[in-house]
């Protein structure tokens, strides 16, 4: 993956704090932290918690995509929150854990939340000035790479019996 020049966790708490105001998401406290994720193609996650209005933005600490649309991408999550809430809990009730039909409902509110919150992203960077790729291309790029990536899992020791290392837990 092609890296980035890390912006440093001041201009990314100042970008946060921008973005959180142009989201109306000043009412919710939002703490940043850079980790190194699990999944190599994985470059933020959000922890929220609608209740007391809090969440926790994890950027990758080894930056390989622009790090504000990260920023942006992760907030718009949190914005979407109670329809991304309302779509699992619905998911519990297609069947028991494990299920077909849970995974298949797992999977499709997945496959529709992603490009909704890609699409506000990259519209929310185009109208501040950013140039931004089409969401189309973006997301067949990260379909690839995720490939790539299970390919690679796929041909690694343990994945044939052989021994390996156990994998970790994601982040």
């Known amino acids: 993956m092609s890296?980035?020049?890390?912006?440093?966790?001041a201009k990314l708490e100042e970008l946060?704090?921008?973005?959180?105001?142009?989201?109306?998401?000043?009412e919710w406290t939002i703490r940043l932290e850079l980790v190194r994720f699990k999944r190599p193609w994985q470059s933020g996650d959000v922890k929220v918690d609608a209740v007391h209005r809090t969440a926790l933005l994890l950027l990758?600490?080894?930056p390989f995509r622009d790090e504000e649309e990260t920023?942006?991408?992760?907030?718009v999550h949190v914005v979407l929150w109670p329809?991304?809430?309302?779509a699992m809990d619905l998911t519990e009730v297609t069947g028991p854990e494990g299920s077909a039909a849970r995974e298949f409902a797992r999977s499709a509110v997945f496959r529709a939340l992603e490009?909704?919150?890609?699409?506000?992203?990259?519209?929310?960077?185009?109208a501040r000035g950013h140039q931004a790729r089409p969401v189309c291309d973006v997301l067949e790029a990260e379909a690839a790479e995720r490939a790539e990536f299970s390919r690679m899992d796929a041909d690694a020791p343990g994945a044939r019996?052989?021994?390996?290392?156990p994998h970790q837990g994601e982040a």
């Open 115 to 126: 490009p909704v919150t890609e699409q506000l992203t990259r519209a929310l960077l185009r």
């Open 161 to 165: 019996g052989e021994l390996a290392e």
């Open 83 to 86: 329809l991304d809430l309302a």
């Open 60 to 62: 990758s600490e080894e």
């Open 16 to 26: 946060v704090r921008t973005w959180q105001a142009l989201l109306g998401l000043n």
């Open 3 to 9: 890296g980035y020049t890390p912006l440093g966790k």
């Open 71 to 75: 920023i942006v991408h992760e907030l």
